[in-house]
């Protein structure tokens, strides 16, 4: 800008120069000036004396500085761009080779965003998948690691570590997008979770088909939590306190008995006294056949492959997972403010 700016002076002054003091006219004024910025070699267009050739040849030094100037400028923001750029897709290249058992969320709409808020919460590892880059700057100006891409292709999938990923969570406005995200997910990682969007009745059905473990559609969601608002409003306050929210003092958490780690596989709740030595409560057990038992209890003996579902506050459930040894499907997290 100051570089246009300079030429554009020295232009003024090269044409009020042979105006007035050659007293050519401002035609032929305006074209010396600028066959002599240019250094193009032509003719003078009228003769000039020796004041007017010392001015004349101080006017191409000028300009030739001040166009050197400009194309120097151009060039430089040109190669930095260049630069820039490549560095910015290598420190981002290996910021994505660097994700392991990570969380995926295909899209940053208002969905996106609240999971985004929840996971970020919950201090879990994530990245972000859009193909509008306003919302991918979006996404980074709140801090959040955001990758540019269709979340539709194999190759992007790939680009943000899906084989190392624990979970990805479609929820794009297109049923039929989702669909295609939970079915490269499960081609290309067949042990991943995959949480996608519904909008209808049938989408909801097909995704399921399609492999979705699970299928959130949030127009029966939202209705059926203002059903509960309605009925019961104390419960659904505690249960939101439990499930979300970086403020809580209770959380819930669920434990895979792994029979390679934990020692209480085959034995009783009462015997195994998870209660007595962690605080925390064990308020339901997913059997490895899908089998729900709610409220075990102390004689439901731990099988191989139970999913404990306890309750408590981050350190007693911290305590809980270290008795009860490591666990292969996640790992417990401490919020980033407890």
């Known amino acids: 800008m100051a570089g246009a700016i300079a030429l554009g002076g020295v232009f003024l002054i090269g044409t009020l120069w042979y105006s007035l003091v050659e007293g050519w006219s401002w035609e032929d004024a305006a074209y010396m000036t600028v066959i002599t910025l240019a250094t193009v070699g032509y003719g003078e267009t009228h003769p000039l004396g020796s004041r007017g050739r010392l001015f004349t040849i101080a006017l191409i030094l000028l300009g030739v500085v001040n166009i050197g100037y400009i194309v120097n400028r151009f060039t430089e923001a040109i190669i930095q761009g260049y630069f820039q750029q490549g560095i910015r897709l290598q420190q981002q290249r290996r910021l994505m080779e660097s994700l392991t058992e990570h969380y995926i969320i295909c899209g940053f709409s208002r969905t996106g965003r609240q999971i985004a808020k929840e996971f970020r919460a919950e201090g879990v590892p994530f990245v972000v998948i859009d193909s509008d880059m306003e919302s991918v700057q979006r996404a980074q100006t709140e801090g959040y690691t955001a990758f540019q891409g269709d979340a539709t292709l194999d190759d992007t999938l790939l680009k943000v570590g899906i084989e190392r990923a624990i979970c990805i969570v479609a929820a794009l406005p297109s049923d039929a997008e989702n669909l295609y995200i939970v079915l490269s997910a499960k081609t290309l990682n ?149």
């Open 190 to 338: 067949s042990g991943i979770r995959v949480i996608a969007r519904a909008s209808t009745e049938e989408a909801l059905q097909k995704l399921r088909r399609g492999g979705a473990d699970e299928v959130i559609s949030p127009y029966i969601t939202g209705g059926k939590r203002m059903a509960a608002a309605a009925l019961r409003p104390q419960v659904l306050d505690f249960v939101d306190g439990i499930l979300t929210g970086a403020d809580r003092q209770l959380y819930m958490e669920e434990f895979l008995l792994d029979p390679a780690f934990c020692p209480f596989v085959g034995q009783s709740l009462q015997k195994a006294r998870l209660r007595s030595q962690s605080g925390a409560l064990v308020l339901a057990i997913r059997r490895a056949d899908g089998a729900l038992i709610g409220g075990p209890t102390g004689d439901t003996v731990l099988m191989s492959g139970d999913r404990l579902i306890g309750m408590g506050t981050a350190e007693q459930l911290r305590s809980l997972n270290q008795i009860l040894g490591p666990i292969n499907s996640k790992k417990l997290r401490r919020p980033k403010n407890s």
